[in-house]
């Protein structure tokens, strides 16, 4: 059974920042890609950025590039979210997803099949 825990979220002021981790178990982490969403309250759930197996590919949403940056772990089995330059509007609960799909079916949320439970970040003006 596939489990995905993230964990980091918080309050932090506009400006500042916060480190999102998503622990996974339950799959051989080291074959999936792994993808940040998020949804805030009315909206749909969006694609934040995505990480192929090996971390040598990524993909991010325009409104965070040069903020936000996804890694990974493979020994860890953990991805993680670095976010920076926080905004009011990042204001959702961030969730983290797994998939077996690879290239750019890894920017699209329906490739992604198992989900974490998601973590609320709320940036402050």
């Known amino acids: 059974q596939v489990q995905l825990v993230e964990s980091g979220g918080g309050l932090v002021q506009a400006g500042g920042s916060l480190r999102l981790s998503c622990a996974a178990s339950g799959l051989t982490f080291s074959t999936y890609a792994m993808g940040w969403f998020r949804q805030a309250p009315g909206k749909d759930r969006e694609l934040v950025a995505a990480i192929n197996w090996n971390g040598e590919n990524t993909h991010y949403a325009e409104y965070v590039k040069g903020r936000f940056t996804i890694s990974r772990d493979n020994v860890k089995n953990t991805v993680y979210l670095q976010m920076n330059s926080l905004r009011p509007e990042d204001t959702a609960v961030y969730y983290c997803?797994?998939?077996?799909?690879?290239?750019?079916?890894?920017?699209?949320?329906?490739?992604?099949?198992?989900w974490g439970q998601g973590t609320q970040v709320t940036v402050s003006p």
């Open positions: 997803a797994a998939t077996k799909y690879g290239g750019t079916w890894i920017q699209r949320r329906s490739s992604y099949d198992s």
